[in-house]
């Protein structure tokens, strides 16, 4: 495991929704981020999808880590917009998250979140944000 | 109580991952939805702040909800964009989501998500989405 | 004329893009900001209504003068997000926006734009954006 | 020229506010559309970069270009968000858009913007949105 992984991964252990939710750093480094997610049953709504929470968390969590990748630890979402392609249904979901422009202090950075049912990806959500720096900022915008 | 709050109710108490939550619909009608949740440890980030995925699944259930008390039980979230505006801390989340123009198959509604803190109510996030009717089109724009 | 109101105006004057469409700024301070814009025939798109293009250009401008009138006049969209709430024809476009959080170098804002058609107010699109000031930052997010 | 470039030129000559801006289309076809604009003094801002409602104007007409590729002539964009991602100076700017996931009255699309200065092409802004058909609604979501 890269060093890199292994402090995203330390990261990621540090955050108790997370281990409520228990998603994985599956990929991290250069501007990318990826998290996989086992669904549980847990995660449903009521017509049996797969609850849009559980995705926004799994793309807002993914754009966070693409931009620290960059940027460092000390990072928070600032904001982001989502699109739900299609409704969710399978074992496991895969966001994957990259920097498309950066500066000295934040970084836009775009997001895909697939589902995987029977072996097949199919991409379910899309995102696109802005990651900030908290170290040159007082945490958070406000 | 209304006998729309308690519909509301049921769609909610029928989504599991609001079972693993905990929100409670607290208003709900005319355009309007209210959503609060009690904050437990394990919401928190790495940070000791609320996770930005427990504010963003509470603005979006809120968004549908606004948006179903206009267009029927059968709508989702199309989309929507989300502000933090400061890091959150404290007991309770609030999301007021409100409709602010609806056609016969969509509504875009807009939504605040405040804080509570020692009894002081404090604006952490804001969000503004589109909320479809799944009857109409099949679920989901794919 | 105030003399916030007059600085705005010399700001806008300072635009040769809206020299080309003629926004004016209608009222300006205390993080709010109002443009009003005279419809023309050239601002059509192919179905005979306001495009779409015209009405982003007087949102963004009047995200940007309500974070200005709180962060100064250093400042620049960094971010927004749009939604057409119903197809627009009439004499006039205003577009009112409102700091809603802010921080040291950013704002939260929204917008809604109202079009005017016979004497008659219409919501025809809202919006919500960041503005962030470009003194404590070089010139833009990259 | 192919059927489909002749067809998207056509309704683009007709939106008497490209008319004014001067933006063409340089590719289209298959959920996948260009625009280019040869950048004039008049589309500046205050500073002296290219104002952001004129990079506005062009990302919104390529998301809803891409849409229409796949969900033919009657669209429009219902929503889309954009992030500035650098300032932009240059001679020109290219706006590319793609469907992302499409169903069979939406298609969410994203679109690059591109500013070309001396030869080089930079990205600029990052937009990414729903485009509708009309045909299937009334006009516009109310």
């Given at each position: 495991m890269s060093e890199q992984l292994a402090w995203g991964r330390r990261i990621l252990a540090a955050q108790p929704f997370n281990r409520l939710l228990g998603a994985e750093l599956t990929a991290f480094g250069d501007g990318f981020a990826e998290l996989t997610l086992e669904v549980r049953?847990?995660?449903?709504q009521q017509h049996g999808f797969i609850h849009g929470g559980v995705i926004s968390f799994l793309a807002d969590d993914a754009l966070t880590f693409a931009g620290g990748a960059v940027l460092g630890e000390a990072v928070l979402t600032s904001e982001y917009k989502l699109n739900y392609v299609r409704p969710a249904s399978g074992e496991r979901l895969i966001a994957r998250a990259s920097v498309i422009g950066r500066g000295r202090t934040q970084a836009v950075c775009r997001c895909d979140v697939f589902v995987i049912q029977g072996g097949q990806e199919k991409l379910c959500a899309a995102a696109q944000g802005t990651i900030v720096k908290v170290a040159e900022a007082p945490p958070g915008p406000a």
């Open positions: 049953p847990e995660f449903g």
